[in-house]
């Protein structure tokens, strides 16, 4: 059992009402979320909060690409380019503040800008939608807060101490705090979800990162757990207040599990290294039955699933 660590805290970043009512169909950005809405997957978006410090968030993403930031008060707002569209952003978007009253008028540049941008990241994003698609999506802007760096977390030690070392420099697995995305499984299960394209030699690595992921989840203390739970629950409401897809049920309060999704492109000698360091965790008991699925994903988006540990 993964014992408890007073350095993780929850994410608790779950959209506050008001914000939410920003992008209702009637709202100053009701523009921008129907604009999302009528691109069915291509495009998506996420809100958060963070209400002690009274910051509110959005992001439009394309599969695991991020297209647009916005930044909310109740009496100003800044839409800006993420990169790297920022070259394209010039005579769209600006990285100024508004007073709320511009919304709409921004809201239309913010639209022309994101459909220039989407053309651009066609290629970069068509995995990402694929695999996405057929997943329940909480959220994509998802991280335990973590108090000092995450390569000072015993959870990160005891991985790297299980691994063989590198035979080259530089070869060490990297490790990211935030998943590609949060979903829903069909029975409530939070899923952390980390998406590999042919072309990332990080999937080397994923069975490691999964279980990092995974190990700071578990780290939470039982209350903190279910206030977790407690969040994605919030996001998931407002998610549907919006008419964005989503899942119909609730987060469980159990142990959450990690999903790779990855390209059958990719190449044989990187899928031959995934599966020694999986085998690896796995024979230290540091990967356990369940907890982990991997599925490869075809541009249709339709999955052959292999159940790794």
Known sequence: MTPVDPRVRPWTRAPVDEFVAQFADQGPFGGLTQWVRAAGRGLDLHLWSDPSAATHRARVVTGTVGL??????????????????TRIAAGRLDDAWYPTRSAPERVRSAVAFGE?????????????????????VVTQEYTPQIAGPLEGMPQIGDIRSALLPSPIPGGDPFFAAAPDAVALGADGVVELVRVYSSRAPELRFAA????????????????????????????????????????????LDAPARARILASPDSSPRLADQFRAVRDRLVERGLLVEGVLRVETVEPSASRAAESVA
């Open 116 to 136: 220039a941008a989407r053309e651009l990241a066609a290629s970069r994003a068509a995995f990402g939608i694929a695999a996405l698609a057929g997943l329940d």
């Open 208 to 251: 490691a990162q999964a279980v990092a992921d995974l190990g700071l989840v578990a780290a939470l203390e039982p209350g903190l757990r279910r206030q977790q739970a407690l969040h994605l629950d919030r996001t998931v409401a407002a998610r549907a207040a919006l008419g964005l897809p989503g899942p119909s049920r609730r987060a």
């Open 68 to 85: 647009i930031d916005i930044v909310w008060s109740p009496n100003r707002f800044q839409i800006a380019a993420r990169r790297p569209f």
